[in-house]
């Protein structure tokens, strides 16, 4: 099993950066594929990118390619997403997941392990 803790985010204007980081415990992070998804009130849970468990691989969602950028340390047990161009459509609670798998899977159901969510608001 792996526990993750995701922080780094918080209020910031309309074409500024934040970078989210998600901690993991465990010694097999280096096996776990990653993803960051968000959500927003009423809305499903959205895939936003993912990397491979080597960082060999990354995706990401159409409305995020471009600006944002994910990575991992595997030696920190860490996976970055960094975030440029934010635009107030960002403004969401973040989530890091993790699932033992060699693709990049976009689907909730996917991901067995979760983090609590870190808010982001992006003011314009």
């Known amino acids: 099993q792996v526990q993750l803790v995701e922080s780094g985010g918080g209020l910031v204007q309309a074409g500024g950066s934040l970078r989210l980081s998600c901690a993991a415990s465990?010694?097999?992070?280096?096996?776990?594929?990653m993803s960051w998804f968000r959500q927003v009130p009423g809305k499903e849970r959205e895939f936003v990118g993912g990397?491979?468990?080597?960082?060999?691989?990354?995706y990401y969602a159409d409305s995020v390619k471009g600006r944002f950028t994910i990575s991992r340390d595997n030696a920190k047990n860490t996976v970055y997403l960094q975030m440029n161009s934010l635009k107030p459509e960002d403004t969401a609670v973040y989530y890091c997941?993790?699932?033992?798998?060699?693709?990049?899977?976009?689907?909730?159901?996917?991901?067995?392990?979760w983090g609590q969510g870190t808010q982001v608001t992006v003011s314009s």
């Open positions: 997941a993790a699932r033992k798998s060699l693709g990049i899977m976009t689907m909730t159901s996917e991901y067995p392990f």
């Open positions: 465990g010694r097999t992070f280096s096996t776990y594929g």
């Open positions: 990397i491979t468990w080597s960082g060999g691989n990354t």
